[in-house]
């Protein structure tokens, strides 16, 4: 089972994916965290994403889509994946509908996060990532700097600064529009509303999977 995490940047796509995947055996695949670990790198592929990334931008399509279909054709990535920041837009989805048949895979559902801007630009002035792990955290939830799974301490992601967020959720807005007309259209599309406790969102989110993979 392939399945699609939709939601705006801080809509929680990275916290629920990385708790479902566990729980539902599939392979969490972020787009954000590929680019992230390229850039840390510093190979060319990452400082090419990179140049967009400071920027709040998109990196170009199909320098993305190559990155997706080579981490999809990978054999840990056989098994069924939970995608989290791709498909972004409808060239994308077009893309990981083509990449994952080549593969004999189809993507079963696309379950969106659905968040408003006004509580996503509160959750994202709060994050702290973890270098090491890259789990995200609320500052208002953390006793002190310090990621509690691994002791690295606790960054605020560049991209995440206030003069970009709204950037970045302009974008969203602009792309996602047809990226739902392509789920909805042939019925694979679930909404969930992304406001409440981790713990209930990820109730709504396991309910949507659910019915995807009964067909319903
Ligand atoms: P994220 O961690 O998902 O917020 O992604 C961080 C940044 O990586 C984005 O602001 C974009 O610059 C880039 N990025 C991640 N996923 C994609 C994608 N599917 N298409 C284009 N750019 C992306």
Avoid: W
Wanted: include cysteine; glycine fraction near 12%; hydrophobic fraction near 45%.
């Amino acid at each position: 089972m392939n399945i699609v995490l939709l939601g705006a940047p801080g809509s929680g796509k990275g916290t629920q994916a990385k708790a479902l995947g566990q729980r539902l055996g599939l392979l969490h695949v972020a787009s954000g965290d590929l680019f992230r670990h390229h850039l840390g790198l510093k190979t060319l592929l990452g400082e090419l994403a990179g140049s967009y990334m400071v920027r709040g931008e998109l990196v170009p399509d199909d320098v993305t889509i190559r990155m997706i279909a080579e981490r999809l054709a990978e054999a840990d990535a056989a098994g069924g994946v939970l995608l989290d920041g791709f498909p972004r837009t409808a060239a994308q989805a077009a893309a990981l509908d083509a990449m994952l048949a080549v593969l004999g895979q189809t993507a079963d559902g696309a379950v969106l996060i659905d968040v408003p801007d006004a509580v996503i630009i509160t959750r994202i002035s709060g994050r702290l990532v973890c270098p090491t792990c890259q789990t995200p955290y609320h500052r208002s939830l953390l006793a002190g700097d310090t990621c509690p799974a691994d002791g690295a301490l606790l960054e605020r992601r560049a991209d995440d600064a206030p003069e970009k967020v709204g950037r970045r959720l302009e974008i969203y807005h602009e792309q996602i529009g047809p990226v739902l007309s392509h789920y909805r259209a042939t019925g694979r599309l679930h909404e969930v509303p992304g406001e409440g406790s981790v713990a209930e969102i990820s109730a709504a989110v396991a309910g949507a999977i659910d019915r995807i993979r009964q067909g319903r």
